[in-house]
């Protein structure tokens, strides 16, 4: 026997023949036919395994994406209040600086003292529409939202512990039609059953990570559009709180 370890690569034929146990006999047809089968039986576990944890990996990628869209959503509506508060204070400024305007004219003074004070009006907008998270990534946060509960089922962490005696109870629910496609013998079924429905449960979680994906990005440019508008408007109510606070000192 060859003293290099043994490879798991299927087509290693020579490696795999020199590594199969030998039966009391020698190797024989029989024990060659059973090593193969235990080690089919072993690929399509681990197979199982594998999908099981990456599908576990992506319910928990899931959840991240719809922790972070809703933190994205609430920081839009802080945006959103705070330019508000902006175009509130430009609005006061633009009246103080009539009446510093007024004080500075004696005419002026006299005007205003016997002027009705005009009513209060509402701050102006300045381009600035009210705040809606956009349709797409709402959605995808409804849609992602649903799989919370799979998603607790899959954590290792969280798992049931009687899971593992589901997997090939389901063996029994796949019509007639599907067991034709699947190998007779029950327990590698149950394997491969369990392999397609978590790769059919990965390409919907795939599906639905890339609406949060397109949600996120949207969101992000209208958030950067409105905050390109906030330091304008930032900047613009600076030099003006500057003029007035200059005007104010000349009285």
Do not use: C
């Amino acid at each position: 026997m060859s003293a290099v370890p043994r490879s798991y690569n299927p087509f290693a034929e020579d490696e795999e023949e020199d590594a199969a146990p030998a039966g009391p006999g020698g190797a024989g047809g029989a024990d060659r036919q059973r090593y193969l089968q235990q080690e089919v039986l072993r690929r399509s576990a681990a197979t199982a395994d594998s999908t099981t944890r990456s599908l576990s990996l992506l319910y928990e990628s899931e959840r991240i994406g719809v922790a972070a869209s809703e933190e994205l959503v609430r920081q839009g509506e802080a945006l959103k209040r705070t330019e508000q508060m902006v175009d509130k204070m430009d609005q006061d400024l633009k009246t103080s600086q009539r009446h510093i305007n007024s004080i500075k004219s004696v005419w002026g003074g006299l005007v205003n003292y016997f002027k009705a004070k005009p009513p209060e009006s509402k701050p102006e907008q300045n381009g600035a529409p009210e705040y809606y998270a956009n349709s797409r990534l709402k959605e995808a946060i409804v849609s992602s939202k649903e799989q919370e509960s799979k998603y607790q089922e899959s954590h290792p962490n969280l798992r049931k512990l009687d899971n593992s005696d589901n997997d090939f109870s389901k063996a029994d629910l796949v019509s007639s039609v599907q067991k034709d496609a699947y190998p007779k013998n029950q327990q590698l079924r149950a394997y491969h059953q369990k392999i397609d429905t978590n790769l059919d449960e990965m390409s919907s979680g795939l599906s639905r990570l890339k609406s949060l994906a397109l949600g996120l990005q949207t969101e992000i440019e209208e958030q950067d559009d409105m905050l390109d508008r906030l330091t304008k408007k930032v900047e613009t109510l600076d030099v003006n709180i500057k003029n007035t606070d200059r005007k104010v000192r000349q009285l």
